[in-house]
């Protein structure tokens, strides 16, 4: 009983040997089947995490920035108020009252340090306008306050008007970053 039923050379024993030694290889084929798509898999788990990492701070630097605008917006209307006739400039000026201009200057810093390169390419430009109009607004409020005693009424008025301008500026750049937050979020 040495021998398999259909006619070959080989003993059982050596069957038993080949069949053993084949099915060794197609173990080890498929060992290594299953770690090359173990680590496909893994690979695409890993860059789906990096994607979703990447959109969620995408996402929270657009809703960090929709909040200084629209604290920029809160402060410039506040400076606005407090700048709101050439009396008051005198006073501001002459530091008989407070202007809250250091806040704006914080809120510039702050808007400075905004990496562009880590902000949704849809809001470079909006966050390039509100940092602008920030460090406009503070250079202009700064310029009158230390040159206020030599203007006359037609460059209070400009004064007035351009800074009336600025706040309107801001409050459409805070309407555009609130829409485009809403946008990534969808």
């Known amino acids: ?107 510039d810093k702050y808007l400075s340090e905004i990496p562009l390169h880590s902000v949704p390419y849809s809001l470079v430009t909006p966050t390039m306008v509100l940092g602008a109009t920030v460090r406009q607004f503070i250079e202009k409020v700064e310029m009158t306050l230390r040159f206020y005693s030599q203007m006359d009424s037609s460059m209070f008025e400009d004064f007035f008007e351009t800074i009336g301008a600025m706040n309107l500026s801001i409050d459409e750049t805070c309407r555009n970053v609130t829409a485009e937050v809403k946008n990534l979020n969808a």
């Open 1 to 107: 009983m040495n021998t398999l039923c259909f006619v070959s050379n080989l003993t059982s024993t050596e069957w038993a040997a080949w069949v053993q030694a084949l099915g060794s290889v197609a173990a080890i084929v498929a060992a290594a089947w299953i770690a090359v798509h173990q680590a496909k898999l893994q690979h695409r788990n890993a860059l789906d995490l990096h994607m979703t990492e990447q959109r969620t701070a995408r996402v929270d630097i657009a809703k960090t920035l929709s909040v200084l605008a629209k604290n920029s917006a809160k402060a410039m209307r506040h400076i606005l108020g407090q700048l709101k006739d050439r009396e008051s400039v005198h006073k501001v000026a002459e530091r008989l009252i407070h202007c809250d201009i250091g806040e704006l200057r914080r809120i």
